[in-house]
């Protein structure tokens, strides 16, 4: 059986999954049942990379981690969700020598679930919201994955990212979208991932 650590953002992304899951609360930031365990990181590459370290070097190492959070798309349907295959850093850029990604850690692919119902694609996680991008092709943008995927890519650790569609790079109608029942819950995201939980 494998150790499973699920990590969101927020607490209104992480309460319904671990009620769904029937997760006990262990303190503010972690919830917890058997072999699966969930982490509320807060928001952003650095609150997500010190919460997730400092609960690495409290805990076991999972075998896998999941990410499940919302992002914002060039022009994936709001609501929808998708597989992340890869994660870059939208800031990462030193010139002559790397774009978007570090040489030596988080290049790795991230693991795919076998569902044609879930889109695949790239994430670049950002220090802010994105409004607009230079970047063509399908999409999403967070603030959070690829501290995950530095981290798990340096621990040799598994990674899924399943994303919920929350906006098209406009904060015009965010908070509303987020509002709906249709973008709100992310619990469905565990419908991908039965055979693993």
């Known amino acids: 059986m494998k150790n499973i650590l699920i990590v969101c953002a927020m607490p209104k992304e992480a309460m319904r999954i671990s009620d769904k899951l029937s997760l006990k609360q262990i303190n503010e930031k972690i919830f917890r049942k058997d072999n699966i365990s969930l982490l509320i990181t807060g928001i952003g590459k650095q609150k997500t990379a010190i919460n997730l370290t400092q609960y690495l070097c409290a805990n076991i190492n999972p075998d896998l981690i999941i990410n499940i959070g919302y992002v914002g798309s060039t022009d994936l349907k709001i609501g929808s969700w998708v597989n992340v295959t890869k994660s870059y850093n939208y800031e990462w850029y030193i010139p002559g020598e ?58 040799n650790i598994e990674l899924i990212a399943l994303k919920k569609v929350s906006d098209n790079l406009s904060l015009d109608k965010y908070y509303d979208n987020l509002q709906s029942s249709e973008v709100f819950e992310l619990e469905s995201s565990l419908k991908y991932l039965e055979e693993l939980l």
Request: net charge negative.
């Open 98 to 155: 790397e774009q978007y990604s570090m040489l030596d850690y988080g290049n790795k692919d991230l693991n795919i679930i076998n569902d044609a119902e879930l889109t695949k694609c790239e994430c670049y996680s950002a220090e802010s919201f994105v409004t607009k991008t230079q970047l063509e092709g399908h999409i999403v943008f967070d603030m959070e994955l690829h501290s995950i995927a530095l981290i798990c890519d340096m621990k």
